[in-house]
């Protein structure tokens, strides 16, 4: 994750009066030294971590291998996400549902693409539309996306609000792994992105699902 880094800087004072004032302060030392206190996440407390931690911290240009699965999986992810969207216009009987599927498949659509160009940059392989999603958090059943192609009016509704909540569950619990084991800043950027958006719209879902 990014970490806002604030060091902690001891003040060297020097004598005024001294008539051979010595070797200089050895400033690079002391920064090197200096604690760094890294917020937390939201709710939980800052941390003081060494000059060290902080190295590997940060954030960096370069992909490692929870990056690039990530986005392969998000892709997947993001296409079943689109996929369910796109029923809403025709089967939904609610039209804020239909908005809310709407804004879904305009959010996620370019993030596709993005994703996609991302991994074209670092050489990696892009999934297929076949792409198998054994396993991966949140994703609907074939019996689920029949069922829900079948379905029309109020009982689409609830089901869509059903099966997209946990959908958007899974991707959370996906941006918070690669937070975690991921490298690239882009990627980071993308998973906060990913996390916050879905999270409030589980919130609009959950009063639509209370309205019932």
């Known amino acids: 994750m990014r970490v806002a880094l604030v060091a902690v800087v001891a003040a060297l004072s020097l004598s005024a009066c001294s008539a051979d004032p010595g070797p200089p302060p050895v400033q690079a030392k002391a920064e090197s030294t200096a604690p760094i206190i890294a917020p937390g996440r939201p709710g939980e407390p800052a941390r003081t971590i060494s000059p060290d931690e902080a190295a590997t911290a940060v954030p960096a240009p370069t992909a490692n291998a929870a990056d690039v699965k990530y986005v392969q999986d998000m892709i997947t992810h993001h296409r079943q996400a689109v996929d369910m969207a796109v029923l809403a216009p025709s089967r939904a009987d609610s039209a804020a549902l239909k908005g809310l599927a709407s804004r879904i498949k305009d959010a996620q659509g370019p993030e596709i693409q993005y994703m996609t160009t991302w991994l074209q940059q670092q050489g990696m392989k892009v999934p297929d539309h076949h792409a198998s999603h054994t396993g991966m958090p949140g994703m609907a059943t074939p019996e689920q996306m029949r069922a829900l192609k ?8 609830r089901l869509f609000l059903t099966l997209m909540t946990a959908h958007h ?13 991921g490298s690239h800043i882009k990627i980071e950027e993308l998973a906060n992105d990913v996390a916050a958006t879905q999270s409030a719209e589980i919130r609009r879902m959950r009063e639509m699902q209370a309205g019932l």
Not at 150 to 157: L, M, N, Q, R, T
Request: net charge negative; charged share 20%; aromatic share 4%.
């Open 169 to 181: 569950q899974g991707a959370i619990t996906m941006s918070e792994q690669v937070l975690v084991g």
């Open 150 to 157: 079948a379905a029309s009016g109020k009982d689409f509704d």
